[in-house]
């Protein structure tokens, strides 16, 4: 029981809080996540022209943000181009990547954020090399997320 603690973020019904705060728990998991984000856009920045950044704890918010714009506007973006998405075999996809990653440079800036991108190009490799070091980071600490496979036909034992 407390199936769904695990995937709401709230206690089950009887307290329990079914291992989230393990290494293999959702909070723990997400909170990683936006780390390897924030460790992303640090590599970015290094690699890439037009990207400054401030503490590391400005972009773990940015992390944070950016991890809410892609939810959102990205996902609205990426619905209402599904067609031309379609047509150019996803590569319209790392156009809105890089639209949304200069808007959270924009946005970050503009709530005193230590973190700067300087146009759309900018925007457009920083949101690569960020999305590359965070997901290889994520398969080497968390491992890949692979569907459980299916197991085969059991084998009935007869009796005589």
């Not at 809080?17 to 992303?40: C, H, K, Q, T, Y």
């Not at 300087?118 to 890949?144: D, K, M, N, Y």
């Amino acid at each position: 029981m407390g199936g769904l603690g695990r995937l709401t973020g709230a206690p089950a019904p009887n307290g329990d809080f079914n291992g989230m705060m393990e290494p293999g728990g959702f909070s723990v998991r997400l909170l990683l996540r936006f780390l390897f984000s924030a460790i992303g856009l640090l590599v970015a920045s290094y690699l890439v022209a037009g990207i400054q950044h401030g503490p590391f704890l400005d972009l773990v918010a940015v992390a944070v943000l950016l991890g809410a714009l892609n939810a959102t506007l990205g996902l609205l973006l990426k619905f209402m181009a599904i067609v031309p998405m379609a047509c150019s075999f996803g590569c319209l996809s790392l156009f809105i990547n890089g639209l949304v990653f200069w808007l959270a440079g924009w946005i970050a800036g503009n709530l005193g954020l230590g973190f700067r991108v300087a146009g759309f190009w900018a925007g457009f490799f920083g949101a690569l090399v960020s999305s590359a070091v965070a997901t290889i980071l994520e398969w080497i600490f968390l491992g890949r997320n692979q569907p459980p496979q299916p197991e085969g036909p059991r084998h009935i034992k007869q009796i005589n």
